[in-house]
């Protein structure tokens, strides 16, 4: 009977927990923030990804870059550079920089010395310079600098004194300081460099972080959570939530469950819209984010080299329903990669028609009169610009069923999925792209060139001449007009080409319990915690719930 | 015992030999390279799957290269995830114990239940209370787990909000992982909210321990109801009724040890079982543990997840299996010189 | 014994008769064996019964509830999923997916597993005592955890799964096998017509089998809702029947992000797997029931 005892006394020990008074895990949560996010980042150097899912967890949590975007304008404003100046012919770019900026002090690192000019030669040198100790360091793969073809436009970054950089460039580039303003270019620490460069840990770089941001890093445990905690010393003063979580959860109704349960305060990419608005509790936000969903091909392999099966696809798919029952009607319909909202938006651009006969003819001529067999690649996590793609996967199976196209679904967890696109295994897939600055050229250079066929972030690995010479045309000028008119000349080859078919820009959701104040997304780029906070209103909503909770206890 | 206890110790190195041995040939059964798939290290270069060929011994001959992998696996060398790329033997190391302790504590409530439970039905035998604990444990066994825990998380978490939905823990606690089992972690760890913790992390295993526990408990309520009745019909049952014991202490004295006896038997069966549903279970409450990992493995079709943990995952039902019998030993002489005691 | 002959000849009805003549008076166990028979039906003439494809959707009406729900429509009985599937046509499809392929699993593996263990429970010795301890190993681990395994190796999908169900299935069978074999060989009408010079095969086949077959079937059931539980979880998982297939772990997977604004998506994929356990566990019940009443009749 010695069981008996130890199930009694266990049981008294949990009612003696329960007894308990909830004053300091109240504070607890209401110092923290959690947030439940769809993916694991990759690394925590935003430097070597496009993943959204990385940048939003690394990017505005971690770092800061020399200058930033503000407002609803998207002007350039200066963040790590208090300044800067652009030659006429702009060739040179001069920032200066700001002082008393403290890196991080963590376990594993503590500076002695503030942000100065050589931080950001370290950062940008690592990427343009392939004999830099650290440039090979994760691979040595900097997709975004090779999509814009940084190192060839970058001739030297000369430091002038501590607090001042010149960068030389080659050519003149209108969208330069817009790149340097993405969540990429963020400044790495070159200090922390150094000693791990000395213990023979480089690669530690980029997993144990060390930036200048908001918040640090303390623990990530992988698919499961990351911990940070603010950085007292930020030098915009210091964020108002201590301990920020990244619940990491890739179910789509796991985040709905734990954010209805109040396991989380914000969550990423919520489904079942009404049930959120329904509640009184919770708010559902949204923003209007540049981006495109679409449906690629691989252009290497058959029978997608084909133009003509391309072209079938086209017409066999039926957007206006992938629209309605996908996005349940809160998106537009692509008519281009561009959105509507973007300056160099073509309006003369047409919707494709829907038209199975053709598709049929079509693919007749291409020699397959009886169809085929087919990988569609879906996505497994929910992203601005393709909230459901297993479902769009599971509709396009049905249409392209009445061609005689079978169609294999194929899925694999989120970071798996985009590395085994890069490597080209794939036949068709859906994805997408959210910009990183407003302008054009972020959506015609890294989502088709060669140069990001190359790097895999052009996974139609699509590569066509002509377009690659008009969009390098189109950053030489400054001209509005002569930008937009060649922009037109490559969305004209994109729609004879058609590697891959634009479905649907979409706006960007979130979900948040209504005592949690602060802006955290931006039309573009991530996520950002450094303005959010509690609102006090909650320990009073909270009291309520636990008195109600041990009524029996508290009897007033 | 001594007789016994070699017995045992050379099932359980006979089992060792052919799991291991089976994980062996499941690196040839997974499409791929044998090599690749024995150490996860996708996207080496050609120098390097060189280095790893050699490794791994390759060119020799079969027995000698499974006992190579004999060697890497004593030695904690459970190779690369393919998905992850992370160390397989770490990643096990900090989700077994989860599981561990989360089928355990559903272990535990099946047994608090349904031994008692079934002990009435053998009482009341054919009467209404019997009828009723038989019925109702029959649903229980016939619920698909998977659909109980929605329905349990749609009532208990979000209509009632009583306990959460996911994980071990409130993620603001920050709790080292020491063992890996939350509640030992909790009390090791120098948080300043630890009995907080503790209290939360009790919170968030009631759930999905219930859940798992139905069907066991459906499970041990037949077997203790089954044990029971034979007790009760037993000779020296009669005899002690007819030596003037009361009916309680006829139960309480001799009838409920007997019959305890005969279920300790079944219990390591029942873990098996129970582990296999704390798999799905997992699933549903994101329980960070091994089932769930698994799962997940098979789904992305990484092999070498799938063969190491397989290999462990089975390893520890058998241990287990094998703890029971020799607490049963212990408890019960006769057991000791059967033949085939299983 | 009720004597309805006038003649006195003495008719015995079969063993198998006895247990049914037994069954039938047992109004629960009935009621399982109707909804049994009624799920069999089901799963053979689904394709004719279902009013809708159960893949393709009809795109005006998404996510409609019940008919019994204020929204409902009544030509769509139990509504309809995210893509306008009808849910009632998927049910009945899913029927003989997930109940049929059970069926079909349990006969398949009964058959193999009956045959292998009458013809071990024929030998002796070395061989015999090997197959126990491996039966011993492979019945110690549990059928989910096998049948994933299985999976695991093959990789997912239906056909796999169904062939993993089969493989977890057999060793049961020929546990139950061997031993009731084993056990009527000692009894003496087998002796009888070993003295009359049968061959063993001839023995089990005209002897002991008409005396076993009510045991095989009692695990039959057994196996029955074993085999719809780890179909439909591992179609829930994933890994077994695959997108579009209406097969029921999987409709109540593809459900799942409807959860909280379609719920019957969720709920009636559970109540059919629900019910269709509950009436093979009935059935099985049943017929252990009358086993048990024939033993002491």
């Known amino acids: ?556 | ?342 | 014994m009720a004597r309805n002959k006038i003649y006195l000849e003495e008719v015995f009805p079969s063993p198998f008769m006895q247990l049914w003549l037994i069954f039938r008076k047992t109004p629960v166990a009935m009621a399982g064996f109707s909804c049994f028979i009624f799920l069999i039906i089901l799963s053979i003439f689904s394709p004719l019964l279902a009013p809708y494809s159960p893949i393709e959707g009809q795109l005006d009406m998404l996510l409609l509830p019940p008919a019994w729900h204020s929204d409902g429509n009544v030509s769509y009985l139990l509504g309809t999923d995210e893509l306008g599937r009808d849910m009632l046509s998927r049910l009945m499809y899913g029927t003989s997916l997930t109940f049929g392929l059970s069926f079909v699993v349990v006969i398949i593996s009964s058959v193999v597993g009956v045959i292998i263990g009458s013809l071990s429970a024929l030998t002796t010795g070395m061989k015999s005592s090997f197959l126990n301890h491996f039966l011993d190993v492979i019945l110690s681990i549990p059928s989910l955890l096998l049948a994933i395994i299985i999976v695991a190796i093959l990789g997912p999908g239906i056909s796999n799964t169904v062939w993993a169900v089969v493989m977890v299935l057999i060793p049961q069978f020929v546990h139950i096998t061997r031993y009731a074999v084993k056990e009527e060989f000692r009894k003496d009408y087998v002796l009888a017509s070993r003295l009359d010079g049968a061959s063993p095969v001839r023995i089990l086949y005209y002897s002991i089998f008409p005396n076993i077959v009510d045991r095989i079937m009692s695990q039959a059931t057994m196996a029955q809702s074993a085999a719809i539980l780890d179909i439909a979880t591992l179609g829930f998982l994933g890994l077994g029947a695959q997108i579009p297939m209406p097969e029921w772990g999987a409709t109540l997977a593809n459900g799942l992000d409807l959860f909280y604004i379609a719920p019957w998506t969720v709920y009636l994929p559970g109540l059919a797997i629900l019910f269709s356990v509950v009436s093979t566990n009935l059935v099985g019940e049943g017929i252990r029931h009358a086993l048990k009443l024939r033993k002491e009749g």
């Open chain 1, 1 to 556: 009977m010695n069981c008996l005892n130890s199930f009694i006394s266990a049981i008294l020990l949990i009612a003696l927990l329960t007894a308990c008074d909830d004053n300091s895990r109240l504070s607890l949560n209401q110092r923290s923030v959690i947030y439940c996010s769809e993916g694991s980042p990759d690394t925590f150097n935003p430097q070597l990804v496009t993943s959204g899912t990385t940048i939003d967890a690394t990017s505005k949590q971690l770092y800061n870059k020399l200058i930033a975007y503000q407002g609803d304008e998207n002007n350039l404003v200066p963040a790590l550079a208090k300044s800067w100046h652009v030659t006429r012919d702009g060739k040179k770019v001069t920032f200066y920089l700001r002082k008393n900026v403290s890196f991080h002090q963590t376990d594993y690192f503590t500076p002695t010395r503030h942000f100065n000019a050589d931080d950001v030669l370290f950062s940008f040198n690592r990427i343009i310079d392939h004999e830099h100790p650290f440039h090979l360091t994760s691979g040595g793969h900097y997709p975004f600098f090779q999509n814009i073809e940084f190192d060839s436009l970058i001739k030297k970054i000369e430091k002038i004194n501590d607090y001042t950089i010149r960068f030389h460039l080659t050519r003149a580039d209108n969208n330069f300081l817009a790149n340097l303003a993405t969540d990429f270019a963020v400044i790495l620490s070159a200090q922390y460099a150094e000693k791990l460069n000395k213990n023979q840990q480089k690669q530690n770089i980029d997993i144990h972080p060390i930036g200048t941001g908001p918040f640090k890093l303390k623990e990530y445990r992988v698919g499961s959570l990351i911990r940070f905690y603010h950085h007292k010393a930020y030098w915009q003063g210091s964020a108002k939530i201590e301990q920020l979580v990244f619940d990491i959860t890739s179910s789509n109704t796991g985040r709905l469950t734990k954010l209805l349960a109040k396991e989380c305060d914000i969550s990423s990419y919520p489904i079942a819209h009404n049930k959120i608005t329904q509640r009184s509790d919770l708010t559902l936000e949204s923003v209007t984010a540049l981006n495109v969903g679409y449906f690629g091909f691989n252009t290497t392999q058959a029978p997608f080299n084909n133009i003509l099966v391309r072209q079938a696809m086209a017409f066999a798919i039926n957007k206006q329903v992938l629209l309605d029952t996908v996005y349940q009607g809160q998106a537009e319909l692509a008519k281009s990669i561009l959105p509507e909202t973007s300056w160099a938006y073509d309006k003369t651009s047409k919707e494709q028609a829907f038209n199975l006969d053709k598709a049929k003819t079509l693919l007749a001529q291409a020699g397959y009169p009886d169809g085929f067999t087919m990988d569609l690649w879906a996505m497994p996590v929910q992203r601005p610009y393709n909230p459901n793609a297993i479902t769009m996967a599971k509709l396009i199976q049905a249409d392209l069923k009445k061609i005689n196209i079978n169609v294999d679904i194929v899925s694999y967890e989120w970071n798996t999925f985009l590395h085994r696109l890069a490597q080209g295994e794939h036949q068709s897939f859906l994805l997408g792209w959210s910009a990183d600055h407003p302008d054009p050229d972020n959506f015609f250079t890294p989502m088709l060139s060669c140069a990001a066929s190359h790097i895999g972030s052009n996974r139609t690995f699509w590569c066509n001449q002509d377009y690659d010479d008009i969009i390098h045309k189109a950053l030489e000028t400054n001209n509005i007009e002569q930008r937009k008119q060649l922009y037109t000349q490559a969305n004209a080859i994109l729609n004879k080409e058609l590697p891959l078919i634009p479905i649907a820009h979409s706006k960007r959701y979130q979900a948040r319990g209504n005592n949690i104040v602060g802006k955290t997304m931006g039309p573009f780029g991530g996520i950002s915690f450094y303005q959010v906070k509690k609102s006090p209103l909650t320990i009073a909503v909270k009291d309520e719930t636990v008195q109600n909770k041990t009524k029996t206890k508290k009897v007033n």
């Open chain 2, 1 to 342: 015992m001594l007789i016994f206890t070699l017995r045992r110790l050379s099932l359980f190195v006979f089992t060792m030999l052919l799991l291991t041995m089976l994980s062996f040939s499941l690196s040839f059964l997974f499409p791929g390279d044998a090599v690749i798939n024995l150490s996860g290290a996708i996207n080496v270069t050609p120098a390097q799957l060189i280095e790893l060929k050699a490794r791994y011994h390759t060119d020799s001959n079969i027995i000698w290269q499974y006992i190579i992998y004999l060697k890497h696996i004593i030695s904690g060398d459970l190779g690369l995830s393919m998905a992850s790329q992370s160390v397989i033997s770490h990643e096990i190391m900090n989700l077994l114990p989860a599981t561990i302790e989360l089928s355990l504590v559903a272990l535990f409530i099946a047994m608090f239940i349904g031994i008692p439970l079934g002990f009435i039905a053998a009482i009341r035998h054919n009467k209404l209370s019997d009828n009723i604990i038989l019925s109702v444990s029959m649903i229980g066994y016939s619920i698909p787990v998977f659909w109980l825990g929605l329905l349990a998380i749609l009532i208990f978490s979000i209509n009632l909000g009583w306990f959460p939905s996911a994980g071990q823990i409130s993620l603001l606690f920050e709790i080292e992982l020491v063992t890996g089992i939350q509640f030992i972690d909790i009390l090791l760890s120098d948080s300043p909210y630890k009995w907080q913790a503790f209290r939360d992390a009790t919170a968030h295993i009631v759930l999905p321990a219930f859940v798992i526990a139905i069907a066991p408990t459906t499970i041990f309520i037949r077997l203790s109801r089954t044990s029971m009745i034979e007790v009760l019909q037993t000779s020296y049952i009669r005899a002690a009724s007819a030596k003037g014991l009361s009916f309680k202490q006829i139960i309480f004295r001799h009838a409920i040890r007997n019959a305890l006896i005969k279920i300790i038997r079944h219990v390591g069966l029942q873990f098996a079982s129970l582990v296999t549903i704390a798999m799905v279970t997992e699933v549903i409450f994101s329980w960070p543990g091994i089932g769930r990992w698994l799962i997940v493995s098979i789904a992305q079709r990484d092999y070498t997840a799938i063969q190491n943990g397989l290999l462990v995952l089975s390893c520890f039902i058998f241990v287990v299996h094998i703890l029971t019998d020799f607490i049963y030993a212990a408890l019960n002489p006769l057991a000791r010189d059967k033949k085939y005691g299983t």
